[in-house]
């Protein structure tokens, strides 16, 4: 693990690290007890209320092949850890972790671009911690402390860094497959009737199971489709 900066109250963790991408260190971590102007993917706004765990880490990898594979490794970190302390856990794909089918933490990955190449990526991690409620995200959301647990965010950080650095070598070299039967332990949607929105067509149909590339890949009317990005919905 990479040096730690800390702020009380920043704008946002990843725009930090975007901004000094090129004087920090492959795997500086930025948190903060509450962002400004939090952001989850598709840019929607991110609640960062006081309570929650709040970090960003910065990657610079050696091979480039892989680079949407390290978001789903953080996924899965994140998984990992939060089910030593509740067990009752799951990856929805690409990256969100459900607690009793409630999101418990999002990601946002983004990369830094210099010259037009990638000069590093940028993987933003909200935990909803210590919460005692929550605002309407526009699906259900839960806490570890509205599910009981109290939580140490440092301790808890800690772990979830130690699995992803864990396992970071591997998915460097070999990309999703490195982790592929782990995250398809936790992913109960095969077999599920859902919805992907990208862009405005919505996509309906069954999950067959997340390939070894770490696509979904889902049966339709007209025949399998391997979805590259998107929104799942149950």
Request: hydrophobic residues 35%; glycine residues 10%; proline residues 5%.
């Amino acid at each position: 693990m990479g040096p730690i900066i800390h702020f009380e109250e920043i704008d946002s963790t990843n725009n930090y690290l975007k901004a000094n991408c090129a004087s920090l260190r492959h795997g500086t971590i930025v948190t903060a007890d509450r962002q400004t102007a939090g952001r989850g993917r598709f840019n929607r706004k991110w609640e960062s209320q006081e309570g929650g765990l709040y970090f960003s880490v910065l990657i610079k990898p050696q091979h480039t092949d892989f680079w949407p594979n390290f978001t789903q490794l953080m996924g899965l970190s994140l998984c990992r850890a939060i089910e030593k302390l509740y067990p009752h856990t799951c990856l929805k794909w690409p990256n969100d972790v459900l607690a009793d089918g409630k999101k418990l933490c999002g990601i946002l990955s983004e990369g830094v671009l210099s010259g037009g190449r990638l000069e590093g990526m940028v993987i933003g991690t909200g935990i909803n911690v210590g919460q005692k409620s929550l605002p309407d995200v526009g699906q259900p959301a839960t806490s570890l402390y509205m599910l009981g647990i109290q939580a140490d965010k440092q301790t808890l950080m800690q772990d979830v860094m130690n699995y992803f650095w864990q396992d970071y070598p591997s998915v460097e070299e070999c990309g999703f497959a490195a982790i592929c039967e782990p995250y398809r332990e936790r992913f109960p949607f095969r077999g599920k009737k859902i919805t992907v929105k990208n862009g405005e067509k919505p996509l309906f149909g069954t999950v067959q199971d997340v390939s070894s590339r770490g696509t979904l890949v889902l049966a339709t009317e007209s025949g399998p489709e391997e979805i590259y990005i998107g929104d799942l919905i149950v």
